[in-house]
T-cell receptor, first 113, second 113 residues
């Protein structure tokens, strides 16, 4: 069974700090790893990673994938209160020609002003 | 571009009652997904449609849950009869094709009393 484990489960930091969120996975026929930000209800897409060692960057957020060690990290620098959310990691595995996402439980990030 | 639309946003029912949720995907997206997200957990796939056909419903509790996407556009998810453990947020997502990035709707928060 495909498995995605995120750590830490929750994190509280002060505004301006840098945080690193972790995601490790076991999946059959890996296709890609995705990060989503979930505020209130709808997860919003952040990154899709398919290749090892290539950093994806968007503003203060960046992410990298290690397909040998089966993990990814999401970094947020100079955190702001608007970064408070649950960050979900999901892994896409190939399943009889179809692609299926397995989500982790998420990391709840709280930024204190 | 309009996002994924869902209704209602909130629903409170008593156990053994029936409930239905509606989803309209992003225009042109062939693949539609229904997820169940229980508090403190990541989303879990219930069913995936490719146009109007079911691709994967392996985690759908078929004794009480049903879903359809008759014209290959919008979709309805029904629970009949509801149980207390069905309390969750029901998320709809869509993608251009199976394997492309999934975009999520705002979700429906269901409370079963």
């Amino acid at each position: 069974e495909d498995k995605v484990v995120q750590s830490p489960l929750s994190l509280v930091v002060h505004e301006g700090d840098t945080v690193t969120l972790n995601c490790s996975y076991e999946v059959t026929n890996f296709r890609s790893l995705l990060w989503y930000k979930q505020e209130k209800k709808a997860p919003t897409f952040l990154f899709m990673l398919t290749s090892s060692g290539i950093e994806k960057k968007s503003g203060r957020l960046s992410s990298i994938l290690d397909k040998k060690e089966l993990f990814s990290i999401l970094n947020i620098t100079a955190t702001q209160t608007g970064d408070s959310a649950v960050y979900l990691c999901a892994v896409a595995g190939s399943f009889f020609g179809n692609e299926k996402l397995t989500f982790g439980t998420g990391t709840r990030l709280t930024i204190i002003p | 571009e309009a996002g994924v639309a869902q209704s209602p946003r909130y629903k409170i029912i008593e156990k053994r009652q029936s409930v239905a949720f509606w989803c309209n995907p992003i225009s042109g997206h062939a693949t539609l997904y229904w997820y169940q997200q229980i508090l403190g957990q990541g989303p879990k796939l219930l069913i995936q449609f490719q146009n109007n056909g079911v691709v994967d419903d392996s985690q759908l509790p078929k004794d009480r849950f049903s879903a359809e996407r008759l014209k290959g556009v919008d979709s309805t998810l029904k629970i009949q009869p509801a149980k207390l453990e069905d309390s969750a947020v029901y998320l709809c997502a869509s993608s251009l094709w199976a394997g492309d990035t999934q975009y999520f709707g705002p979700g429906t928060r269901l409370t079963v009393l």
